[in-house]
């Protein structure tokens, strides 16, 4: 019987052994569990998400088949392919709408752009359209991206100097985002760009939010959907984030709907207007009912587009540009050569004519997205049964996902792939390249194209150019720098920088 036991255990410890050798094994792709797929794997490496997804594509050259648990309909077909994301964005777009599933994963943005399909995205789409492109709201973005340069980042950035503190860059972006796109959006400053740093709870909770949305990706639906009911884990975040949304964007409309009541009409301002005053009076040009719920989900939807990307996007050119000094030099020598030389040298901020001559600057923007893209992948789901340029198939079960940070590392898209060039996006005759955006898909591919792209570059240059030009930005020593874990791409401890006037 001793040594039936015996036996007995030298079996468990072999096996143990190989489970064990089988998952640390030095793999490119997820280990494939019988019954669970790749999903425990996935969890285990969540914290590296798109690392491992980069990994797994260049492996694969280029379109993976995720394979998940066997009874959570969770297969996904990972896919960075340059015709597979043309057809599915561009060419048989129709067959491809975000689904209903996105809508239950994103549902804290309600009905609004992002969410949205078929006829009510036409209708998103026709209404945010109106608003981008009419010309009292670009004179309201050129005058507020410009104040809150000189008077809110300005004077943080020179009390950091003064007091050779050590900041937050990225916590400091964040909350100029968020105040520039509250005003643009509401008409209202929450002033949160000061040297006293007030806590933001609207900003916190997006982050939840957006957390939370990650964890949705990568656990069966009825798993994240049970925590929802008992209010646990992430979902009890995503209960207390939506309730915190809700609250202040229902104060910004009530007092934007008493503002209007007491002024009795809409009239025109010099500086133009925001988003909550232009759909009051367009409401009847632009065929919509303007009702509190369709104000609270448009404008969940344009604060998360206008805070996090253009932050996100902020954070990691900087850093780029601050460990790069032969790209710092190059955009420092471009700014010079556009301003009166008896200006050359002196603290100075740029107005949007002046940017719009900056090429180099506009390429290393581009450079810096293609590296570090705010929203690191997105996902569709195919209506019928399709097959895929690749040859692959897929079908209304499965899950479609572009991995927009792994595109960017494919030396198979672009040449010199791991290297911070702002040249490629450069012509011989000087002028800015065009990409595909089946290739750079950063601001969205097709029909779906992001209407806020110039509103994005806007306000970039304009911060961008304001921190090279004036100061020197030095990386704490030691301080790690790596992507965290959300549907918006942060650096996961922060960006903690020293600041100094040049």
């Known amino acids: ?57 260049r492996a694969s050259g280029g379109t993976f088949l995720f394979k998940g648990p066997w009874f959570a309909n969770m297969d996904i077909l990972s896919t960075v392919d340059p015709a597979n994301v043309h057809y599915i964005m561009s060419a048989n777009f129709i067959n ?29 789409r026709k209404t945010t359209r109106a608003l981008i492109t009419h010309h009292e709201f670009y004179k309201f973005l050129v005058k507020t991206s410009r104040d809150k340069v000189e008077k809110g980042l300005i004077p943080v950035l020179d009390h950091v100097c003064h007091e050779g503190s050590i900041v937050d860059l990225q916590d400091l972006f964040q909350r100029f985002t968020f105040d520039t796109t509250c005003i643009l959006v509401t008409g209202y400053d929450p002033g949160c760009v000061s040297i006293d740093f007030p806590d933001v709870p609207f900003s916190k909770a997006m982050d939840d939010a957006e957390e939370a949305i990650l964890f949705r990706h990568a656990l069966p639906e009825i798993i994240w959907k049970l925590q929802r009911w008992l209010k646990i884990g992430q979902e009890k975040k995503m209960i207390r984030a939506r309730e915190t949304l809700d609250y202040t964007i229902d104060k910004y409309i009530s007092k934007k709907h008493e503002e209007l009541k007491e002024r009795g009409n809409l009239k025109e ?14 409401e009847h040009n632009l065929g919509v009912k303007c009702d509190d719920k369709f104000l609270r989900d448009t404008i969940v939807n344009l604060m998360i587009a206008g805070r996090d990307t253009t932050s996100s996007a902020l954070t990691w050119f900087v850093w780029l540009v601050s460990t790069n000094p032969q790209v710092e030099k190059k955009i420092r020598d471009e700014i010079n050569s556009i301003i009166p030389n008896e200006e050359v040298g002196k603290f100075r901020l740029f107005n949007v004519q002046e940017l719009n001559k900056l090429v180099y600057l506009h390429g290393a923007l581009c450079d810096s997205l293609r590296l570090y893209p705010p929203v690191p992948f997105q996902h569709k789901e195919p209506l019928e049964e399709d097959t895929l340029p690749s040859g692959h198939k897929v079908h209304p079960k499965m899950k479609i ?6 595109m960017g590392r494919m030396e198979s898209i672009w040449k010199d792939c791991m290297e911070f060039k702002p040249e490629r996006w450069i012509s011989e005759r000087g002028t800015i390249k065009h990409e595909p955006s089946y290739k750079f898909m950063v601001f969205n591919a097709g029909p779906r194209t992001c209407l806020g792209k110039e509103v994005a570059f806007t306000q970039m240059k304009a911060v961008a150019a304001a921190i090279i030009h004036n100061y020197q930005v030095e990386l704490v ?15 996961r401890y922060g960006f903690k920088v020293r600041i100094n006037r040049r």
């Open 96 to 124: 491809f709408p975000k689904g209903p599933k996105f809508k239950e994963i994103f549902d804290v943005l309600g009905n609004g752009i992002f969410n949205a399909d078929l006829d009510m995205w036409k209708v998103q």
């Open 269 to 282: 301002s010099e500086d133009g207007f925001d988003l909550l005053t232009f759909y009051l009076k367009e």
């Open 477 to 491: 020593k030691g301080h790690p720098v790596e992507p965290n874990a959300s549907v918006i791409l942060y650096m």
């Open 1 to 57: 019987m001793a040594l039936i036991g015996l036996g007995y255990i030298e079996i468990f410890l072999a096996l143990l052994c190989f489970l064990l050798f089988y998952y640390f094994r030095d793999s490119k792709y997820p280990t494939n569990w019988p019954i669970f797929g790749m999903l425990p794997a996935t969890l285990v490496h969540i914290q590296q998400i798109h690392e491992r997804c980069t990994i797994s594509m």
């Open 401 to 406: 996902l572009f991995s927009l940070y792994a």
